[in-house]
């Protein structure tokens, strides 16, 4: 999970980029799915890759516009096949 802050609180530049280059993901990372908060400061978005450099080299093509924190997810589905033999 990928929490994005538009710096500024501005957008602005963020979807211009996007609109005029695309989401510049490098090969073998996977866009799922995202969602904006209403107020339009932060996004949520959903990468998947089996290799964190390159979740990192995409970071360094927005980090000029935004601040990321990421948090390593799992599926509930896998969490409950981790957590079964400690029930």
Partial sequence: ?????????????????FRDRGRLAPEGLEYV?????SDLR?????????????LDDWIGQWNDLVDFDVIPVVTSADAAEVIRPRL
């Fill in 1 to 17: 999970m990928v929490i994005e802050v538009f710096r500024d609180e501005d957008p602005r530049p963020v979807y211009r980029r």
């Fill in 33 to 37: 799915s995202s969602w904006v908060t």
């Fill in 42 to 54: 932060r996004c949520y978005q959903v990468m998947r890759c089996d290799d964190r450099a390159l």
